[in-house]
């Protein structure tokens, strides 16, 4: 797949090379997670015309609030009034690209979604935060994710509404989780094994998820040698692990001494420009929903692990206790 977009590029260039060309503009959209591998060995000035679109937590908020409009008109589970409300609020969220207000209006407001959740470690966090952590902010990992939410609510005879009860197991039902992990390693080596799983699961349980670099590099082989990928050079397997987001960089490495640290803040390479430096001086951790998956421990000083988007104003769901 590689190489053939590589000739795609290359019959780019080609076209712009050509005066008779002059004038026409020509977009070439590729997946994100495989960009570098298309891209290397071309001249850094072709890169240089590269756009790197990413999701907005409001498109995402706006396009879960359009799914989940559809269902309620389909199973009439609101009246004509009340849908055709949410359904104004959600046009005018599309319209001016910002769902920001859908944050209340339609999930909050309505009990759709409760405000806040008591996370597994007692402590309590934005309902949407919790969501967004447990993905790597792709839609179709939100729309695995809500489904869950949605058959959870629906065995407790909640729907439309959703307890907090539902959207935790939802968020940690094991297949949505499974799904997403898979969805960010399929670029580099097909589906996850159900061997690999289990055989990771027994190896890393109550393994701590943030690690030194030197235990990061312990856990890198480890990893590799429960199922050696053919695609992948055992060196490179950290840089692919750091590069698909199964590993992030720990920002606040210091826990707080004056009061419970809410989150853990971490850098991910799928949120940010550029690729996250490997030294030693820098604390790494795991992805929430590979932590989840492989069933590792958080330290008990330390809040849970938000992957931090790299504008700050990407964070304007969160309050400023939580960021603090």
């Known amino acids: 797949m590689v190489e053939g977009l590589q000739g795609v590029l290359e019959a780019i260039i080609a076209f712009l090379a050509d005066p008779r060309f002059e004038g026409i503009s020509l977009k070439f959209f590729i997946p994100a997670e495989i960009y570098d591998r298309v891209f290397s060995g071309f001249p850094g000035k072709v890169q240089s015309r590269s756009v790197f679109l990413r999701w907005r937590s409001a498109d995402l908020i706006s396009m879960l ?64 935060a919790y969501m967004f952590r447990h993905t790597h902010m792709r839609p179709r990992d939100l729309i695995t994710q809500m489904q869950h939410i949605i058959d959870e609510a629906r065995s407790r005879q909640e729907f439309p509404t959703v307890s907090s009860q539902s959207v935790i197991a939802g968020v940690h039902n094991d297949e949505g989780l499974l799904q997403i992990l898979g969805d960010s390693l399929i670029t580099h080596e097909g589906r996850l094994s159900e061997k690999l799983v289990s055989s990771a699961r027994s190896v890393f349980f109550q393994r701590p998820r943030i690690m030194t670099t030197r235990d990061l590099r312990w856990f890198s082989q480890e990893l590799y040698s429960l199922q ?3 695609s992948i050079d055992p060196g490179d397997f950290l840089e692919q692990l750091l590069f698909c987001g199964a590993i992030g960089r720990v920002e606040n490495e210091k826990p707080r001494k004056d009061r419970a640290e809410l989150y853990c803040k971490a850098k991910f390479e799928y949120l940010m420009q550029g690729n996250l430096p490997l030294a030693d001086r820098f604390l790494y951790c795991v992805h929430p929903v590979m932590g989840d998956v492989f069933h590792m421990s958080s330290p008990q000083d330390r809040g849970v692990i938000y992957p931090m988007p790299e504008s700050e104003e990407e964070s304007w769901f969160l309050s400023d206790a939580e960021l603090a």
Request: hydrophobic share 30%.
């Open 65 to 128: 609030a359009k799914r989940y409009l559809r269902i309620l008109d389909r199973t009439e589970a609101l009246s004509h009034q009340e849908a055709e409300n949410l359904r104004s609020s959600v046009e005018r969220a599309y319209r001016s690209h910002d769902g920001r207000h859908l944050k209340h209006e339609f999930w909050y407001d309505t009990k759709f979604l409760p405000q806040r959740i008591t996370n597994r470690r007692g402590i309590e966090e934005d309902c949407l």
């Open 228 to 230: 050696p990928l053919a």
